[in-house]
DNA sequence: AAGTTTTGTGAACAAATGTGCAAGTCTGCA
DNA sequence: TGCAGACTTGCACATTTGTTCACAAAACTT
């Protein structure tokens, strides 16, 4: 075989490549030159666009979406769930592994939420390398006791094998010099130095798990939101710009305070649902969320 | 980033790999599995066709051709010049330098025609490792003398530096045992075991060679036409299949005989011209021709 | 023509990719 | 529940591919 000339030769080495499969070692002693070179062609076939590549399946759209959320809001954990239907619990649950194992995190906080406690049913033991280094908070008071159905703190401990370190208070009290109290005022500051956080997001109205729940009361919801709130973390309101806001319960609340918050390096929020999208909104332009764990419907509409 | 399914998967790992060009490596980091999943996953979306490889141009024409004469007339040489203007001499002498540099043949014997003689202006030393134990040949006596113009024998071995064994006789005596001498028998026998030749083609009517020099008068080229004669290599001629025939000069031809062609490891023809489709065509059918050197338009008519 | 830059080349090395294997995981079935 | 078999996984190694470098040929300059 012999060659005429040098744009022959890349398409002619590009279809060995790619249509024949021939190793660069095979085309080379087949037509006579150095492998080096046809690595070369190849390169130049691909750069002249000569030799061109087609994917025929799409991204999938949660993968877009996640994509999209990162790059937007300057995240550094966004993972969408492909189906409204499924549940964020695992996939929160896998982020937090994974964050785990990656990262080697030396003190973990989670919120008290119904969402985070989605998490449950995909908590079990040997998922990560146990960091007996590593301790596991609560970042609000709980509702009954240590060990109540709502904080799902210490599953996550028992399952990395991690120390738990409660806050076994109510979220609201009725004196706020309960916070004072040693155990809880070490548990509090201890859990603002979690390196990551997976919380909820509470919003305002009927649909509220504060007002559902009676620890906020009817009149006081509406005051809020007169005021300009839209949501919560940690029991802690914020306006339609993220910013966080006063409330008349702060002082009686048992959760870390706005201070902390903005000081967690990993900040995640699990929340899917039209009516977290205002809450979402709000808190990502706010600029103190750089995790998120959604679902597809929720992503499009914060990306709108 | 959490992933849902297997061929999204797949599709993720595809489009990082391809579009956006990641390495493995970096694609295994980035989204937590191991490389070596990576490679497996892109075999996977190679096989199930999910990445598609597209080449704009496509194969240049004169290689098409060299495949299928190759394949059609189980060559082991196909050259085709891509344009018809092209020199064969040019390929002609780059397929035979690739020969001796590749397969370091012992003797080498070169055809008396003027389309071997083209490849005069592509000779020049240093092109091949110089083989000393090797020798060229002509296969044919000449014109006039040892170096006469028609024959490039000798200057193919002196590009090669070589030894040169020519045919000091003229192709066609008018008294048969001057081929007893001793210096031809010897010559000729020594020519018959060339591990390669190259020779040109000769067609029959007006066209050819033989009839124009005057070696072959008008009546003789009628006469073997009737009879079936469709061409000739090195004076010998052959019927439509490529069969040897008889002629009246047989005996008077200085040049190496049927059966000693026929046992020729590789027997190139380089001709071109639609009045050398008949006596190619003849001349492939035959099969004792290894390879070709031809143009284009003379390769597409013998692929008709 | 002699020198100078540019271009192209292959050998040697470095990086990336593919594969056999052993160990682990999952699944169906008793 | 326990077990066999199919499948998956990652490691270590083999192969393949990309890059650097030094050199030589070609083009250009003086």
Redesign the interface.
Known sequence: ??F??H??L???V??MY??DGLTQEKIAQEI?ISRTKVSRLLSE?HEK????????????E??LL?RELKHRFNLKI??V??QNG?SLGQ?AA??LF?FIN?QKPRRVGLGWSTTVSLMAPYLSKGIVQTCQRCSVHDLTGSFIGQRNPYSISWRVADAIDARYVPLPVPVLVENPTLKEESTISNALKEAEKVDIAFVGMGCMGTKSTLLKTGLVSKEMMNDLEMKGCVGEVLMRFFDKEGRPMKSPLDDRIVSIDWPAIKNIPVFVVIAAGEEKVAPLRAALFGGWVSGLITDVQTAKRLLE
Chains 1, 2 share one sequence.
């Open positions: 075989m012999t005429k000339d744009d022959d890349v398409t002619i590009a279809w790619y249509m006579g076939a666009g000569i030799v061109q590549f087609r994917i025929t399946k799409s991204l999938p949660y993968y996640e966004a993972v769930a492909p499924d996939f896998e982020s994974k990656e």
